[in-house]
């Protein structure tokens, strides 16, 4: 059985990933009827859009915004490289931008480099890659102001305080 369960910001659907991982069944919560039935294996995380119309589906390496209303990816996947397990995904309130957390083994002596990456939804486009430079560790969690012009991280450096504790404003 799967280990994620979401609502939509506004209740009308309930994704839940199912059947070894492998499938993502939508609900529509008004009728309790299955919407949407997406197999994709290897899914670590999934966000709904604020407007309810995307389900962003992360993989290890790569992010695929599903369209729930033609239940297809509605562009070509984002690239996450990420050789460590790091599985966060988010959008902005806005819905505008959505976020993914990675974490690369390229530096042998602090382990590997915590980054937030953000795109641009619309033409999924890189937008910015926040790094915490000669830090180590996985970012364990990330949040948007309601306004979505701060970005907040948990993890991954040295920041409001120390270790794994730390809080890094973007």
Known sequence: SGRLIAFSPNGTYIARQCK??????????????????????????????????LL????????IMWDLST??????ALSV?????SDLVGFSPDGKTIAASSCN???????CEPKILLWDVASSQLLHELTVEGRAGMI???????????????????GVQGGDSSIIIW
């Open 56 to 63: 962003a589906i992360r993989q290890q390496d790569q992010i």
């Open 140 to 158: 364990h969690a990330f949040a948007f102001s309601p306004d979505g012009n701060v970005l907040a991280s948990g993890g991954g450096g040295n």
């Open 105 to 111: 083994a390229d530096q042998p002596d602090i382990g």
């Open 81 to 85: 490289e990420s050789d460590q397990w």
């Open 71 to 76: 239940n297809k990816p509605s562009n070509s």
């Open 20 to 53: 070894s991982n492998e499938i993502i069944y939508v609900w529509d919560t008004s009728t309790s009827q299955i919407v949407n039935e997406i197999s994709i294996d290897e899914v670590t995380n999934f966000a709904f859009s604020p407007n309810n119309d």
